[in-house]
């Protein structure tokens, strides 16, 4: 028992990227603060963390297993198309 609680604890490269991911979702105001409940917009921290993934990605290249370098390459793809689109419609 002891030894299954240990294992859900563990973080793994796809649980850093998605927690990543989710800390971006709230700066995009897609997901509520996990404390406050309300959304924020920080647009400047979820850039930095689709900076960070992108620096992740460069860094990673070649030691990844499939399914660790697609999330990864969709996590940045989708927060880029959300933070792209966040731009444009505060430009208008």
């Known amino acids: 028992m002891a030894d299954q609680?240990?294992?859900q604890s563990k973080i793994d490269f796809s649980n850093f990227i998605l927690s990543?991911?989710?800390s971006a979702l709230?700066?995009?105001g897609d997901l509520p603060d996990p404390q406050?409940?309300?959304?924020i917009?920080?647009?400047?921290?979820?850039?930095?963390t689709?900076?960070?993934?992108?620096l992740l990605k460069t860094k990673t290249e070649g030691n990844l297993?499939?399914?660790e370098f697609r999330l990864l390459d969709d996590v940045i793809y989708d927060l880029r198309l959300k933070y792209v689109k966040i731009m444009q419609?505060?430009?208008k």
């Open 5 to 7: 609680k240990r294992d």
């Open 20 to 22: 990543l991911n989710t």
């Open 26 to 28: 709230i700066h995009l």
């Open 36 to 39: 406050t409940r309300e959304r």
């Open 41 to 48: 917009y920080d647009i400047q921290s979820a850039k930095q």
């Open 50 to 54: 689709v900076d960070i993934l992108e």
């Open 65 to 67: 297993d499939s399914e």
């Open 89 to 91: 419609s505060d430009n």
